[in-house]
């Protein structure tokens, strides 16, 4: 770990550097630690969250806030006046409804939560936001991440914001528009030869090494997987203040699903909505599986698998938080499903020519998970069911580049026109 970052986080913090968190709980003993750049617990070494000791909120007063995610940093580990600290200010994304989707599968009502319009169209905006929040108050030199593309992105462009000297590690392979989108708010892009868990090892030892290193998901991971949280609060709130019956989530380090699953939570405890059953669902791409291979196989071990997909962003074969996706999908009773990079494709299809809405291999996989949890009766299509999309399909068009074209080339008349057959 960082020793600047640790020699910071001994000397008094401001007052709400972190709003109103309290601590650091460990998810398996319960071990709580002083706020600051922990994310290991040394009692047990299981990974660290965030708790609090929430105020009264109502919903008025989120519905005052400004319209991006710190509508609800009351709820969240960041100091009231985060407004003032220039940041990206993502959040608040179009909940749409699909009801050509929901037609085309035989669902009675659905939603698409639309996360490619963040900042760097992704959800990797709204995480990235609260671990730059972090990084500010533990006075971190150098924000940096291991990526598999969309958090590069969003910790570069974040970075370059606020004014940070970044630096962002990606698997050498990664598909080009990803590099490029980060590399035009970088100069420090360093491709790494090796698949993502290769990257976040090398990562973790830079953590443990370099001075003033705020490494978004290692050293400060706790702040920021709590950014996914609002994905949750938004989506109850842009339904009325209320819980979907069913939602279905990509997973990738598995940490979005728990987050939702915890907002959700937060909000009935909190009196926000109605507390009511709801059912969370997973999505992988089965060439990077080990979640949905656990959950088939009944297991809580999730053993890990080297990843072969063309859902790079999802291609996590050492997942940090699939254990806890199987808890809440059982507790839920939901269940994690895999596609293979056709039906990938084909999700991808599948939204565009229904929703209008173009989405890269991980929503394609989310998509094409939703299908086959209703073809397979593991979803229930009489209730109302929410998907996340969690990026933009420009980022990946070589999925599908190969799919589509030109339906007809021809001469610039009206005869070759007709001749196509497309006017009837």
């Known amino acids: 770990m960082s020793s600047t970052l640790v020699e910071a986080a001994t000397h008094p913090l401001r007052d709400g550097a972190f709003g109103h968190a309290t601590s650091l709980a460990c998810r398996e003993c319960g071990h709580r630690v002083a706020l600051g750049p922990h994310y290991a617990c040394p009692e047990c070494f299981g990974p660290l969250e965030v708790a609090y000791d929430y105020p009264a909120v109502t919903r008025a007063e989120i519905e005052a806030g400004p319209r991006n995610m710190w509508r609800y940093k009351a709820l969240l580990p960041v100091p009231s006046d985060i407004e003032e600290s220039p940041n990206t200010e993502p959040g608040f994304t179009r909940l749409l409804e699909a009801r050509n989707l929901a037609a085309a599968l035989g669902l009675s009502r659905l939603w698409v939560k639309d996360d490619s319009t963040n900042p760097t169209n992704s959800f990797k905006d709204r995480v990235v936001a609260c671990a730059l929040s972090a990084a500010r108050e533990l006075d971190a030199k150098v924000f940096a991440c291991p990526s598999t593309g969309n958090l590069a992105n969003a910790v570069a462009a974040a970075g370059a914001r606020a004014g940070m000297k970044t630096v962002v590690f990606i698997p050498s392979d990664l598909e080009k528009p990803k590099q490029v989108n980060s590399a035009v708010y970088t100069d420090s892009l360093v491709a790494v030869e090796g698949n993502y868990d290769d990257v976040n090892k090398l990562a973790s030892e830079i953590a443990g090494e370099e001075d003033g290193w705020a490494f978004v998901n290692v050293n400060v991971r706790p702040y920021y997987a709590e950014g996914s949280k609002t994905l949750g609060y938004e989506i109850a709130e842009q339904l009325g203040w209320r819980l979907p019956d069913q939602v279905v989530i990509p997973v990738a380090s598995g940490a979005q699903l728990t987050k939702v699953d915890k907002a959700f939570q937060e909000l009935i405890r909190l009196g926000l909505v109605e507390d009511k059953p ?19 196989a009944g297991v809580d071990a999730i053993r890990p698998q080297k990843p072969d997909t063309i859902a790079k962003s999802l291609a996590i074969g050492n997942p940090a938080d699939g254990i806890y996706v199987l808890d809440i999908c059982r507790r839920t009773g939901g269940a994690v499903e895999d596609v293979s990079d056709d039906e990938v494709r084909e999700g991808i299809l599948l939204l565009a020519r229904t929703e209008g809405i ?5 929503g394609g996989t989310t998509t094409a998970v939703l299908r086959k949890l209703v073809e397979s009766g593991q979803l229930d299509p009489e209730l109302e069911t929410v998907i996340i999309n969690t990026g933009m399909g420009l980022k990946t068009l070589d999925a599908v580049a190969d799919r589509v074209g030109a339906a007809a080339t021809i001469e610039p008349s009206y005869a070759a026109f007709t001749a196509t057959g497309l006017a009837d």
């Open 278 to 296: 709801y059912q969370v669902y997973g999505a992988q791409a089965t060439g990077c599986s080990p979640v949905a291979t656990a959950w088939k």
């Open 358 to 362: 173009f989405t890269e291999t991980a």
